[in-house]
């Protein structure tokens, strides 16, 4: 199948899909962005709901580059529809009868929402592509746009940004008026760089399981994944966790929901008399970097709350590394170059750099003086220490720095009706591994009462 031009997903007829998304947490824990700063504390929030229905929640993943249209890799590019990242993958890896190391994607995107990204697969052999493309399309949430060939696997971060156009429902349409405040002001100054609560799972306790990943602690680590009961948990994983407590590990994998695969591969090889190192082992190592990249967040946000209460997020402060946005470099700061960089006529004022924050690891760049103190504390607050982070431990992380504010660009916004009720709609485009429900919490402020609007 060669690759032909689409129109924008975003300008499409959008018909409703049957079904429904609710935005309501299944989580027995508060959400760890809960308490976390805001940037436009003065500004009321319109509070709402997101994720009512699929369509509600778009996202278009942004190319790096356009495909060469040859070479051993195929690249597709797919529509999906409450699926995770990963459930694709897999689908696509089954298609084409290759492993998953060999499917590669640029990012991962929502699971409750429509989404459109890019996909590779390495497959020199041309004869099957129809009939794979075919096959992955027989699921009823997926839908192949157009593929073509390329001479690399896709790999995380390749991708230009992404683009999100989302309804917030339960709310007056003149409450648009208010969002626009809000985002102006964010793309004025830059949106704090949160890392959103999904990145922590449904529990909201990936960060625990991933520091317990780190530090080898691999009984504990499979106590909490799978014991631990919940104020939310349904009703066959209540009983799923009943009998893992009781050691009765053929049971609770009977009442364990498919759909919670990682647990069932730790929760079967405990079936098999295997220790719990040897099922923490099991667990695919897909979902050992998501684990510990959610402890490395967890950390991220501290420092990044910190400086958000300090009012430094929009200064460089000697002892930074330096964000390059265009580049995505980092350069270290001194007293004379934060002085540079904070004028009037710096780069800090447009949005060209930006203070970094930690995600640890033995590979990360450390800051230096007070910032650097600021940082271990942060690390400190995880009970983990260098010695720890920089072991060589096969789950450790290798570390890299993160803006602590990005650009947040072409915004629009517009308030509505349609058969579901009425809403605001707002559009925006953010750099890759930036969070829309970050910029949604500034908007909503659903973590606080709303302000009441003048009628």
Known sequence: MGKHTTQSPHRRNQVSQPGKVSN????????????????????PGIGGLIRQRPLDFLVEEQPL???????????????????????????????????????????????????????????????????????????PNLRVHWTSRHHNKLRRGHHGGNRFVIRIRDVRPNQVLTAHRVLKQLESSGM?????EQRFGYRQNGHLLGRLLLLGHYEVFIDHLLGQPGNNDIEPLIEGRAAFLRKDFGTALQHWPRKLRFDRQALDALRQGKTPEQAACAIDRTQWQLLLSAWQSAVFNTVLNRRMEQGTLSQLM???????????????VDEQTAAIENAASGRVRTLGVSPSG????????????????????????????LEQVNGTDVASPSGSRRPLRVPI???????????????????????????????????????????????
């Open 358 to 385: 930690p995600m640890w690891g033995p590979q990360m760049p450390r800051c230096s003086g007070d910032v650097d103190q600021q940082e271990l504390a942060a690390l400190a607050e995880q009970a983990v220490d």
């Open 318 to 332: 000697p002892g930074d590394l330096a964000w390059k946005h265009d580049s995505r470099a980092v350069f270290a």
């Open 192 to 196: 704090p760089n949160f890392i959103g």
């Open 65 to 139: 580059y356009e495909p060469a249209g040859v070479g051993e890799h195929v690249y597709l590019y797919v529509e999906k529809t409450h699926m995770t990242t990963l459930d694709v993958v897999r689908r696509i890896a089954k298609a084409y009868g290759v492993k998953r190391q060999d499917v590669g994607y640029a990012g991962l995107k929502d699971k409750r929402a429509v989404t459109w990204q890019h996909f590779s697969v390495y497959q020199p052999n041309t004869s099957r592509d129809d009939r794979a493309v075919k096959h992955i399309s027989y699921h």
């Open 409 to 455: 660009r072409n915004v629009d916004l517009e308030a509505g009706v349609d058969e579901h009720g009425e809403y605001v709609r707002v559009a925006f485009e953010l750099p890759r591994g930036a969070f829309a429900t970050t910029a949604l919490r500034e908007i909503m402020k659903n973590d606080r009462r709303p302000t009441p609007e003048p009628q």
């Open 24 to 43: 309501q947490a299944d989580s027995p824990m508060p959400s760890l962005t809960a308490n976390l700063a805001y940037l436009t504390e003065d500004i």
